[in-house]
């Protein structure tokens, strides 16, 4: 888990270097990466990429979709309760 951990901490390094911080693509990356980090039992670093990251982003994204914030959002709910 550390080499990979390492890795998806790295490639998100990546696209933020790359791409404008509020870029909906960075919404949908930690979106994944926290769902990544729920499968593996680790909610806190998961709701951290959910609710610091995720929503952030969504919320202000060149490209704000309200369906897939709600779609966040009860994501991060569902987080919430496994803690």
């Known amino acids: 888990m550390y080499i990979y951990g390492k890795r998806i901490?790295?490639?998100l390094e990546v696209y933020e270097k790359s791409l404008p911080t509020n870029h909906s693509l960075?919404?949908?990356i930690h979106y994944n990466i926290s769902e990544v980090y729920n499968g593996l039992?680790?909610?806190e670093k998961a709701i951290g990429h959910a609710k610091k990251k995720t929503i952030h982003i969504a919320n202000y994204s060149?490209?704000?979709d309200s369906v897939q914030l709600q779609i966040y959002k009860d994501f991060?709910?569902?987080l919430g309760e496994r803690l």
């Open 9 to 11: 901490e790295k490639a």
């Open 26 to 28: 960075l919404a949908v």
């Open 41 to 43: 039992h680790q909610h």
């Open 62 to 64: 060149s490209v704000h």
């Open 76 to 78: 991060l709910d569902e």
